[in-house]
């Protein structure tokens, strides 16, 4: 996924897509059958809702695949990622490059130090273009944001639930995201999307710890000397 701060795409990444993203994943899950029914599409989005709701900050792990389809090839990138609320997260790619992007409630960064470069932009642009951004700065709604139904089948072969979310708002930088939520904690697992030239994304995490504190100064950013910085519109 080509980070950018004209149309960042988590969710997560993108994110993120991802996103982000979003993004809880539980140390372990029973396993269940498939023929186990999922409670009622209500009762999953509400309790998604609460979780987010109830999480002051997290960070974890992150595996980001992102296929091109014109060319047929698949990227993976890993990291760190970390979020707090709101209005606060950083995307610390590590492998196979190192990348940063940083938002807090004023600024995003994106810094490419292979490039020496960094491009910044004002970060109310990102939070009030991206529903799924914004529900992972905490400061969206589900149910305001999105569309939500269950995909088919409506669980895996863990028992985990299976959603499609469909955004509300026009101009969207893709056209529905494919989540998967834990069934015994309704932590977010891992979220998909397609873009509009039908290359896809599929973020997914691991190592979480949640509310633990993080301080707000490491969504903070200062470019280095040298680095060549371009403000974005």
């Known amino acids: 996924m080509k980070l950018n701060l004209n149309k960042i795409e988590l969710f997560i990444p993108a994110a993120l897509l991802t996103v982000c993203a979003a993004f809880f994943l539980g140390l372990a899950f029973p396993h269940a059958s498939l023929a186990d029914p999922a409670p009622a599409l209500e009762e999953v989005v509400d309790r998604l809702q609460r979780i987010y709701e109830k999480t002051q900050d997290f960070q974890a792990g992150f595996i ?30 590590k ?14 960064w994106l810094y490419l130090p292979r490039d020496k470069t960094v491009y910044v932009q004002e ?10 951004i ?50 015994n904690n309704f932590y977010i697992l891992q979220i998909g ?21 993080l301080s707000s100064k490491l969504f903070q950013f200062q470019p280095p000397p040298g680095v060549s910085i371009f403000k974005m519109p």
């Open 95 to 108: 492998k196979p490059k190192t990348k940063k992007l940083i938002i807090n409630a004023q600024k995003a």
């Open 193 to 213: 999307f397609d873009d509009v030239m039908g290359n896809s994304t599929l973020l997914r995490f691991s190592n979480i710890k949640m509310n633990s504190g």
């Open 134 to 183: 914004k529900f992972l700065s905490g400061l969206g709604k589900l149910n305001q944001d999105f569309t939500i139904q269950f995909a088919s089948p409506t669980v895996d072969q863990d028992g985990n639930y299976l959603l499609l979310l469909y955004p509300r708002e026009k101009g969207a930088s893709y056209s529905f995201l494919r989540m998967t939520v834990a069934k």
């Open 64 to 93: 980001q695949e992102t296929t091109v389809k014109s060319i047929r090839k698949t990227d993976t990138e890993t990291g760190t990622v970390y979020f707090k609320n709101p209005r606060q997260m950083l995307w610390d790619y």
């Open 123 to 132: 970060s109310n642009k990102i939070f009030k273009s991206e529903a799924l």
